[in-house]
């Protein structure tokens, strides 16, 4: 099994940054696509930022400006830096990621953490 575990939110003034961490333990061989997840209630979960195994990145048409993904791999861990903050960047962020895990490539989900943009 592999967890993964958010942190890095909370409550922030539009216009400010903060960046996201998204750390992986448990037994895997290798994390390949980890993923970056917005959801807000009643609004279904939309892709926001994605980091392959080799460092390329993809990034929705709406935040490409002001989000960046990046991975250092000694670490098991993917971070998200938002700039710019704006409320409609608020909602629960979930890190998902796609892994070895003894020979087979499994997906993984954290279990998100809120990020809220004060006006």
């Known amino acids: 099994q592999v967890q993964l575990v958010e942190s890095g939110g909370g409550l922030v003034q539009a216009g400010g940054s903060l960046r996201l961490s998204c750390v992986a333990s448990?037994?895997?061989?290798?994390?390949?696509?980890v993923a970056w997840h917005r959801q807000t209630p009643g609004v279904p979960r939309d892709l926001v930022a994605r980091?392959?195994?080799?460092?390329?990145?993809d990034y929705s048409e709406a935040v490409k400006d002001r989000f960046t993904i990046s991975r250092d791999n000694a670490k098991n861990t993917v971070y998200l830096e938002i700039k710019n903050l704006k409320p409609a960047d608020t909602g629960k962020y979930l890190c998902?990621?796609?892994?070895?895990?003894?020979?087979?490539?499994?997906?993984?989900w954290g279990q998100g953490i809120q990020v809220t943009v004060s006006v």
């Open positions: 448990g037994s895997f061989f290798s994390l390949n696509t």
């Open positions: 998902a990621a796609d892994a070895d895990v003894g020979g087979d490539l499994r997906s993984f």
């Open positions: 980091i392959f195994r080799s460092g390329a990145t």
